[in-house]
């Protein structure tokens, strides 16, 4: 797995949308991860503690995600409108705060005794709600304002030159990560798209996992709809063992 699709859709005068898709993915990651903190019951291990993994897991991808844009696109965007990414690099470093501030939470949590636990968890979910609230202006903001310069900045050529950058250095394993909330938070046709690119580029034995990953994320209407636009027989890969 080495290549996420354009984000621009073919044979559309629409200009490449660097951030939407991996927000969409972002978002969902950020309410599925609240709504397992909230769910969760304190005295039942496995569930706590699965809620809590689940946290983790959103708050590095938050953070990776983050780290990408203030590595990569706003280098870029400075160099030709100096200013513009100031606000929202103050924003990253507040994020950044909050989110080890979330992870202190969790480490303590799991170190209380068990008759904390309950009031501690609930704690902790609306602290991290706040945080994925405070997120997802940010994230508004982006796909708004911030967009905007970009297209006046930047050519669509060098827009996805920067998203081809940033997915080259995922490690695997966040890779796969994205790719799950990706295919949960995507239209069909968008991850009709993006196998088709992976098609191009990869060997059936490493495009069969990356496809039963997405499978695992679809439920069976979208899932056979998407098959119909791969000509894939719905039997055809197997989920993830
Ligand atoms: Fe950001």
Redesign the pocket.
């Known amino acids: 797995m080495n290549s996420l699709p354009d984000s621009r859709p073919a044979a559309t005068p629409q200009r490449f949308d660097l951030y939407g898709p991996i927000h969409k993915a972002l978002r969902l990651a950020m309410n599925d991860a609240v709504r397992q903190l909230g769910r969760a019951d304190p005295e039942d291990a496995g569930e706590l503690h699965a809620a809590l993994a689940q946290a983790e897991g959103l708050l590095a991808l938050a953070r990776s995600?983050?780290e990408h844009?203030n590595r990569f696109v706003h280098p870029q965007l400075e160099a030709r409108v100096v200013g513009s990414c100031a606000a929202?690099g103050t924003?990253?470093a507040e994020h950044v705060e909050a989110i080890e501030a979330l992870h202190d939470q969790i480490d303590d949590l799991r170190a209380a005794p068990a008759a904390e636990r309950a009031q501690r968890m609930h704690l902790l979910y609306r602290r991290m709600a706040v945080f994925c609230a405070e997120s997802q202006l940010?994230?508004e903001r982006?796909e708004s304002e911030h967009t905007t310069a970009l297209w006046r900045a930047c050519s669509d050529e060098e827009l996805l030159g920067l998203d081809r950058r940033i997915q080259a250095q995922l490690p695997p394993a966040e890779m796969q990560a994205w790719l799950r909330w990706i295919a949960g938070s995507a239209p069909v046709p968008f991850l009709a798209a993006m196998l088709t690119d992976m098609r191009g580029a990869l060997p059936p034995q490493a495009l069969d996992p990356v496809i039963g990953l997405v499978r695992s994320e679809l439920d069976e209407r979208r899932w056979r709809r998407l098959c119909a636009r791969l000509c894939l027989a719905p039997d055809a890969v197997a989920l993830p063992g």
């Open positions: 995600h983050l844009e929202l924003e990253h940010h994230m982006e």
